[in-house]
């Protein structure tokens, strides 16, 4: 079967990226799932930052995203902020040195080697194929897109002509639709 072979592409492909990403991360005292989570936030949107969506994105449970935002908060890559209008809801943020840290680790560097070594017509073949992949895995599994804000049928245009979202009825930065959002819906 096809999905047969592709499974065995994609593990071979997951377990090489994860084995150099745990690499990295030991000679930084951290584990895979805590440079997931500092990945996460770092391409997530404001309406995406909370520790609730970390759980959804991520698949893991509460418990474990809790210890790892803790965590990340003690090592000084992370900062939790209470929000202004609901104090119930926290919002997650990468310092500086969160940042800085991500940019050396992320992607991982076994990766940025062998892109380097594709022509782009293959870099854009594959990444193509990938999101297509994905999207299908998401869709035929009721599973939330979490994609890009100016793919989703809420991103829309103001007056002015900047951006809109139609849903939590806020204008949206050139930033913002750059980034992926938990309340995503593709556009049909
Ligand atoms: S337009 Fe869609 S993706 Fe963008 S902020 Fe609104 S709901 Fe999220």
């Known amino acids: 079967m096809e999905s047969n072979q592709l499974y065995n592409h994609l593990e071979r492909l997951s377990e090489l990226l994860r084995t150099d990403l745990r690499k990295s991360g030991i000679e930084h005292g951290l584990q895979p799932v805590q440079l997931e989570v500092l990945h996460y936030l770092s ?11 970390v759980t959804e994105y991520l698949g893991q ?17 992370l900062l939790k902020r209470s929000d202004t209008e609901d104090r119930r809801v ?55 897109s979490f994609g890009v804000c100016h793919t989703c049928r809420y991103n829309g245009r103001s007056e002015d002509g900047g951006y809109y979202c139609n849903l ?21």
């Open 90 to 144: 926290s919002h997650l943020e990468l310092t500086k040195k969160g940042h800085k840290l991500l940019d050396r680790l992320v992607p991982p560097p076994m990766l940025i080697k062998a892109c380097d070594k594709l022509p782009q017509k293959a870099h854009k073949q594959i990444n193509h194929a990938l999101h297509q992949l994905i999207m299908a895995l998401l869709q035929s599994n009721g599973m939330k």
């Open 43 to 53: 391409v997530c949107n404001r309406y995406s930052d909370t520790p609730l969506a």
């Open 168 to 188: 939590v009825q806020q204008p949206l930065s050139v930033d913002d639709v750059q980034r992926i959002c938990r309340e995503h819906e593709t556009a049909a």
């Open 61 to 77: 449970t509460k418990g474990t995203v809790s210890q790892t935002i803790k965590v990340l908060e003690q090592k000084g890559l």
